[in-house]
């Protein structure tokens, strides 16, 4: 049976669904579409991949349609996507005109139908073009960590990025400053999706197996696209620092996304890096390994998700709504997720992440605790009813520009 | 649309719920709203004293209400040392201790507008720049003040309480988000008199019990104690 939206309600508290359902009354006939760049692989797919089901569910026209692009434009997007989460890219005039001339290729076949359109991140950014000749309403939501930005790419989106009605980042330190409306709304994660859903004892230890980890031994595991902002090479030095004292084991595990090429590149290093140790697990995983990272945390004893530079990383809030412990990289969305101390422990480098990661490792109640106030974090703040909930109240937010209290009746 | 505006609007479509206040006193029951809210990113950023300052004149009221209110409603594993949001930045980022006290001393119970709130807590800054001349600290990268507002919509409940046994007891149920609209919102950022229910319950005769509403400290204590304690006065000091 598919899920539906009462099977969230004991899941995020009293009241949530119903307001919810208060809500998506004030909005009813409206239509709201997203439009993003890749359907499958990444944090973007993954939450719409809900999201568009609940608001349909609630009686919102929502629909999900993506963008093309062949492997030039992606490569130029992902150049892109690192310039402006502050990784110094030379970008040449050839890959801005790759950029132009996909973005021009989409807007002659796209059908916009919504009356308010979510456009995610930078790669259809210039879809808003369209918007003096078929008005609607127009949001962009950045999900990528934009504090500092390299000047050209974000003065090359910023004109297109000016036309929009109001900009969503996830949050406040990634403000910039726009004439347009700009709101906080932090991502979710689904705790109903074979991510999260509880799973039991007997298909992690299967899937534990199924890898040849000793479930017998402390398992340190980072899940991450093998991507140079997630430090995976720096999971592994502060790995081996741990390794000193305790004989754990570590699991690097990810998936590749469609629009994101360097990814190859990346696990190759972490595969050489690798090599020369057993305890070692390098997973590639394939699309609709979903089940399988599930039980691969849920069989960890401590998660790592060292980024040196993160829009969010939502896997943090996946362990943590598993009760796991958590030790993070200081950065973008981590620190709202991760209170240090009290729901996970931020770092800064390998060898802070070591003395952390050692330290849970000893104390069976610390883990305990931190991953228990882990699981309230996450439930009062990052689950996708909230988010369910953000983007109703930007589609009335932009119908009253200007406003700071609006009825409604 | 202001939030009087649609009240008015509502009433001239004779929807219940915003009635309160204009019907004949024996007459009007009390409806209570909820509001639920987008957090607004104003672009502004401060990384020292001086630029705080500069942005506290120029902010809207609204950034000024959630920098001073917003901790109140969000969960905390242990209590806040401050819930003024200035007060914990200057703390934490920084490390000026003596100014985070006086900022998070600021009594918002005697603040009649945010224009008060404003003034005060500009006034302490520039006390505090005023008497450590020269010395100009500045916070770590990543540890900026970023000034943000709240964008509220604000809903009726459904919930209509006839008479004060029956306020009561719908009181006991309603979210935090309810309280906090009728209790803080009401009076610091719409500027009513007082808080919704002391207003409602004054109307109706009930002076002794709106009264003691009225002198509760709303700041001292959590929403959920803030909602025993007004049920508790009002079973004590509702006359018949």
């Given amino acids: ?409 | 649309m202001s939030f009087y505006d649609g009240w008015q609007h509502s009433q001239r479509r004779g929807r219940s719920g915003p009635e309160i206040m204009t019907t004949p006193a024996q007459e009007k029951p009390f409806a209570f709203f909820t509001e639920t809210r987008l957090v607004v990113l104003t672009g502004r950023k401060a990384s020292n004293l001086e630029q705080l300052l500069q942005h506290l004149t120029q902010v809207s009221g609204s950034c000024i209400f959630y920098h001073t209110h917003y901790l109140y409603l969000t969960h905390h594993f242990e209590k806040p040392r401050f819930y003024n949001e200035f007060a914990n930045w200057v703390s934490q980022a920084l490390q000026e201790e003596r100014l985070a006290e006086r900022l998070g001393a600021i009594d918002l119970l005697e603040m009649t507008s945010i224009r008060d709130l404003r003034e005060a807590i500009a006034r302490v800054i520039e006390k505090h720049l005023e008497s450590d001349k020269g010395t100009v600290r500045t916070s770590p990268p990543g540890e900026e003040f970023h000034f943000c507002e709240a964008k509220s919509f604000i809903m009726p409940t459904g919930k209509v309480a006839a008479g004060v046994s029956e306020f009561l007891d719908l009181l006991e149920n309603v979210t935090n988000d309810c309280l906090h609209f009728h209790f803080f919102e009401a009076r610091l950022r719409l500027e009513r008199p007082t808080n919704d229910f002391s207003q409602w319950l004054g109307d109706l005769g009930q002076t002794k019990l709106a009264a003691r509403i009225d002198a509760l400290n709303p700041y001292a204590v959590t929403l959920d104690e803030l909602k025993r304690e007004i049920v508790k006065l009002g079973r004590r000091y509702a006359s018949k």
């Fill in chain 1, 1 to 409: 049976m598919p899920i539906q939206l009462e099977d969230y309600q004991e899941i995020a508290g009293p009241g949530v669904t119903e307001e919810l359902r208060e809500l998506a009354d004030r909005v009813a006939g409206r239509s709201m579409q997203h439009i993003n760049s890749t359907p499958v692989g990444g944090g973007v797919a993954e939450i719409l991949t809900r999201l568009v089901p609940m608001l349909r569910e609630l009686g919102v026209e929502a629909t999900w349609d993506v963008i093309k692009g062949d492997q030039a434009f992606f490569n130029v997007t992902k150049a892109f996507h690192n310039a402006l989460h502050g990784k110094p890219e030379e970008i040449t005039a050839e890959m801005y005109d790759i950029f132009r001339a996909t973005t021009e290729a989409n807007l002659h076949d796209f059908n916009f139908t919504g009356d308010v359109i979510f456009v995610h991140d930078p790669q259809p950014a210039g879809l808003v073009a369209r918007k003096p000749e078929i008005g609607r309403r127009w949001v962009w939501r950045c999900h990528i960590d934009v504090s500092a930005p390299q000047p050209d790419v974000w003065e090359f989106l910023r004109p297109s990025i000016e036309q929009y009605d109001a900009a969503i980042f996830s949050m406040p330190d990634f403000a910039q400053r726009l004439p347009v409306a700009q709101f906080r709304i932090a991502p979710s994660i689904d705790p109903l999706s074979d991510k999260n859903k509880p799973v039991d004892n007997a298909q992690v230890n299967k899937v534990l197996e199924k890898y040849q980890i000793d479930p017998g031994r402390p398992v340190l595991t980072q899940i991450s696209r093998f991507d140079r902002f997630k430090d995976p090479l720096g999971v592994v030095a502060a790995y081996r620092l741990v390794k000193k004292r305790h004989r754990c084991q570590l699991v690097l595990a990810g998936g590749g996304a469609a629009d994101d090429p360097e990814g190859e590149e990346v696990l190759r290093d972490v595969q050489e890096a690798a090599a020369d140790d057993p305890d070692i697990h390098v997973l590639l995983l394939p699309p609709f390994s979903d089940l399988e990272i599930n039980a691969l945390v849920r069989g960890s004893t401590v998660i790592i998700q060292k980024s040196i530079r993160e829009g969010f990383g939502l896997t943090v809030s996946e362990a943590l709504w598993k009760k796991k412990a958590v030790v993070g990289g200081a950065t973008g969305g981590i620190k709202l997720q991760i209170i240090d101390g009290r729901t996970g422990f931020l770092v800064h480098s390998a060898e802070g992440a070591a003395t952390r990661i050692t330290q849970l490792l000893g104390d069976r109640r610390l883990r305990e605790k931190v991953g228990e106030n882990g699981y309230q974090h996450v439930r009062q703040n990052f689950l996708v009813t909230r988010h369910v909930r953000d983007y109703i109240l930007t589609m009335l937010a932009v119908e009253h520009p200007g406003e700071s209290m609006i009825y409604l009746a």
